[in-house]
């Protein structure tokens, strides 16, 4: 047989295999939108055959996590300038305190006695 056509024919296997072992993690990252905005990574997965995730419209707003309507500790926010978030309330101003400046009754630290 002829080196030449050895190698070539070679060349070729390797080639395919590069590319079906290569296409499952290009699958997965054409979903993602951070990578896909870029032209020259669009075309090179195009071209590669792999269905690439289409573009949103520039006027429309992404989709973000709901902001938190928990409240923050307001002596957190009174000494530090903190903004430490949580669900309890002192059992005597009720007003919202988190776990450092109260006790295990979530009273703050100004309703507890002594």
């Not at 590319?19 to 896909?36: C, G, H, M, P, W």
Request: aromatic share 6%.
């Amino acid at each position: 047989m002829d080196p030449i056509k050895k190698s070539a024919k070679r060349r070729s296997f390797l080639k395919s295999l590069t590319k079906q072992l290569a296409i499952s993690n290009i699958e997965d990252r054409a979903t993602n939108v951070r990578i896909t905005c870029y032209a020259n990574i669009r075309n090179a997965m195009e071209a590669l055959d792999v269905k690439v995730i289409s573009r949103p419209a520039p006027g429309t707003a992404p989709e973000y996590a709901p902001r938190s309507n928990r409240p923050s500790c307001h002596l957190c926010r009174a000494q530090y300038k903190r903004q430490r978030k949580t669900w309890s309330y002192c059992y005597s101003c009720n007003k919202v305190v988190c776990a450092g400046h109260s006790t295990t009754l979530h009273r703050c630290h100004s309703c507890t006695p002594g």
